[in-house]
């Protein structure tokens, strides 16, 4: 009896296992290999990473445009993000480009030893802008040279949270955030409204080091800076940017996970962070591309309006936020990134291809504005796609009718051994 039990339980057990081996075979025929998503933009990112190191002054700056050579520090450290990011990516590639790390070592140099410039009046300390701490703080995490990140702490973390920065050696963040959102409003070309853009960028850098005490500052003031959009002006290139403004607050949303949606102004009625994603969407081109103003808004989107900056921290936001969900928009957004925008000498367009420059105030022939592309295709070009769904086998009449009769021979078999 004993013998028999046990037979009778390795009969079961060869059949069970019989049919697991087959299903787990036909699953792993069944489902689709998964591309290398960043493979795809190998090469865009090799010519507009070679672009941008062609452009680097010997100093590791970078000048305003090819005919301008004017160094302008507040757009610095986009550039070098954009050769950092560049380098990750070649190295997520299989072949780490060290081409692009030194150029962003670089750059880091120039800004650590006096390229940040200072506030008006000098208080001797240097004054950081928006893209700056993200790139220094991934620099010291990539090159694994702590000094750009402890620049970075004793004079702005430290200082913020000691209310002694600023021009008057008096701000604490909030005071910093009232400026930024003072200083937006105060240009001709932008609102209030893009300061959501420069917080999504020191929410990013705060997370990255660590730091979570300013997080509900950077919340507060990003609900702020939405208060004001729209903004109902636009001119291409020159003027509007508010769709810049709901990238960064989204990007807040992402690494905070706190519901940013203004309770004051139109895009209150958004309500929650899904409500802000779905009128970024409604900014996006059939061509993958995003308008610069939610005041140049049609259905559909006219793709000439569309420009590269906002299309870069679209796919960024996006990405951060549910690369999963979105992976169709974000995918989208890069291939226009790639196929629209990128010139074939490397350089990332800031204008549709079929705009004529002599029809725009503002031709943007900028260095920096070749870098947000760079660093949204290197950094936002391995979003996964979403998993497929699990197919279940389903047998046919015939197949059905063939496993009854296995199944009723095994049993046979089972009240023969008993016997």
């Known amino acids: 009896m004993f013998k028999t039990i046990s037979r009778n339980r390795l009969t079961a057990r060869g059949f069970i296992a019989v049919l697991l081996l087959t299903g787990a075979s036909w699953f792993s025929l069944a489902m689709p290999a998964m591309a290398n998503q960043l493979a795809q933009y190998e090469q ?77 009046p000098n208080t001797g300390f240097p004054r950081i802008r928006n893209f700056d701490p993200l790139f220094l703080v991934r620099l010291s995490n990539i090159s694994g040279d702590p000094q750009y990140a402890q620049f970075l702490e004793t004079n702005f973390w430290d200082r913020l949270e000691n209310g002694i920065y600023g021009p008057t050696n008096d701000w604490d963040i909030d005071d910093f955030i009232d400026h930024l959102i003072t200083l937006r409003g105060a240009s001709a070309a932008t609102s209030e409204v893009v ?7 020191l929410a990013a850098a705060a997370a990255e080091a660590g730091i979570t005490q300013f997080d509900q500052a950077i919340i507060d003031g ?23 403004g709901l990238t960064g607050a989204i990007w807040v949303a ?46 559909p989107v006219v793709v000439t309006n569309t420009v590269s900056q906002t299309t870069a921290f679209a796919v960024l936001a996006l990405a951060e936020f549910d690369g999963e969900t979105y992976f169709s928009r974000i995918n989208s957004g890069l291939n226009a990134l790639v196929n629209v925008f990128q010139e074939p000498s490397g350089r990332v367009s800031y204008y549709h291809p079929d705009v004529d420059l002599s029809t725009v105030d503002d031709p943007k022939p900028f260095v920096y504005a070749h870098a947000f592309g760079l660093y949204s295709v290197s950094e936002g070009g391995d979003t996964p796609p979403p998993s497929p769904p699990i197919a279940v086998p389903t047998l046919s009449h015939l197949g059905l009718l063939l496993l009854m009769l296995l199944l009723g021979t095994l049993a046979w078999k089972a009240v023969a051994l008993r016997q």
């Open 44 to 120: 865009f990112i090799i010519d507009a990473g070679d672009w941008m190191v062609s452009r680097q002054l010997p100093n590791g700056a970078y000048p305003f445009s090819d005919a301008d050579p004017f160094v302008v520090p507040n757009v610095q450290a986009i550039s070098g993000l954009a050769t950092l990011s560049a380098y990750q990516a070649t190295c997520a590639l299989g072949a780490c480009d060290t081409d692009f790390l030194d150029a962003s070592i670089l750059t880091g140099d120039f800004l650590i030893n006096g390229g940040f410039g200072n506030f008006s």
């Open 254 to 299: 992402a690494v905070t996970g706190a519901n940013v949606a203004p309770t004051t102004g139109a895009w209150a009625s958004a309500n929650n962070n899904i409500g802000l994603i779905n009128l970024l969407l409604a900014q996006q081109s059939n061509e993958g591309g995003f308008l610069q103003s939610t005041a140049a808004g049609s259905n």
């Open 195 to 201: 300061a959501a853009w420069d917080l999504g960028f």
């Open 222 to 244: 990003t609900r702020t800076a939405l208060g004001f959009g729209p903004d109902a002006t636009t001119v291409l290139g020159t003027s509007g940017f508010d769709v810049m």
